[in-house]
């Protein structure tokens, strides 16, 4: 509350009253108050001046609160003219106003197709994270061909986060592709074996016709194998939730009379592949020949050529080399 500040300090006679008499019960006030109170120098009048003296209020205190009236002659001290104020205005009405959203003719389409997610990121992170091999069925066009082929992949997950922190929230993964054993080109799928495609390092920096593709055994110490031999599988950037690139997965490999395999596809697996046939258009394994199969041992490590191989692995490092892309941490 807003209170005027008074001009002088005017003493009244305590009122009799029972504070007033409480606080003298051990001592009184004595004739001279104020010099016991240690304010020397005031001669207060004598006697006190009865407080209905001032109760009435009178004009000569020279204090008002402002009206509104006042407040505004304040902010505008110069009054205004008849009809000026409406001219002013008017004036601001007339201001120019711009638009502020976009109400023009509908844009034309993008020039290149949106990419639509097939997969939510975050289902697919959570399955990704709890899958132990990390498999993915992938429609790749080699050299952006119209044609696409179905690719068996796997996530490097520890690579890709590494490499790319935001994998888990847009779907970007760095994946290895594997490839079918050259030897079990006629066998069912459920029985062919699909191994790591590895190359040696100087020719997937300078890839050329005569690459060879070399095979390694899936086991605990293959990776540390191949590094030792100076290679490298083939890696690539994909985006898993894009609608052109997703087929299927994360799936594990399949178990053969209760045991975990390194190599095998599950026909359930290979079934979901033949019933996408429509993103693909290179043939699938073909599951109606007889599950029965020998394997020839040719060995942990096996090198063969293959024109397919080097076209792809030229495709790979094309894209990569276009996209800036990291491939090895």
């Not at 509350?1 to 019960?25: A, C, H, K, T």
Request: charged share 20%; proline share 8%.
């Amino acid at each position: 509350m807003l209170s005027p500040y008074p001009l002088e300090l005017i003493p009244f006679e305590p009122v009799d009253g029972p504070d007033n008499r409480f606080g003298q019960i051990h001592r009184p006030i004595g004739k001279t108050p104020f010099i016991d109170a240690g304010i020397k120098g005031f001669t207060p009048i004598q006697p006190f001046l009865a407080p209905a003296a001032f109760a009435s209020a009178e004009a000569s205190n020279d204090f008002h609160w402002l009206s509104v009236s006042e407040l505004n002659d304040e902010l505008f001290p110069f009054p205004w003219e008849e009809g000026e104020e409406e001219r002013v205005l008017q004036e601001y009405a007339k201001d120019e106003s711009h638009v502020v959203m976009y109400n023009g003719p509908t844009p034309p389409p993008p020039s290149q197709p949106i990419q639509h997610s097939a997969h939510d990121i975050s289902t697919l992170a959570s399955a990704i994270v709890q899958s132990k091999d990390r498999l993915f069925f992938i429609s790749y066009s080699i050299d952006n061909s119209s044609n696409r082929e179905w690719r068996l992949v796997r996530v490097c997950l520890d690579d890709s986060m590494s490499l790319h922190p935001r994998c888990l929230q847009d779907g970007r993964f760095l994946v290895e592709f594997y490839t079918l054993h050259s030897a079990d080109l006629r066998f069912n799928a459920v029985n062919q074996r699909y191994w790591l495609q590895y190359h040696p390092i100087s020719n997937i920096v300078n890839p050329s016709d005569t690459t060879h593709t070399h095979l390694i055994r899936p086991s605990d110490t293959s990776e540390q194998y191949a590094k030792s031999k100076h290679l490298a599988p083939l890696r690539l950037w994909v985006n898993l939730t894009h609608d052109s690139t997703y087929i299927h997965g994360p799936f594990e490999f399949a178990c053969l009379r209760g045991r975990r395999s390194r190599d095998r596809i599950s026909a359930d697996d290979w079934n979901v592949l033949v019933s996408k046939r429509s993103l693909y258009d290179n043939a699938p394994p073909d599951l109606n020949l007889p599950t029965f199969s020998v394997h020839i041992d040719r060995g942990r490590h096996v090198s063969v050529h293959s024109a397919v191989h080097c076209a792809l692995i030229r495709s790979v490092i094309n894209q990569s080399t276009r996209n800036n892309d990291t491939l090895f941490c």
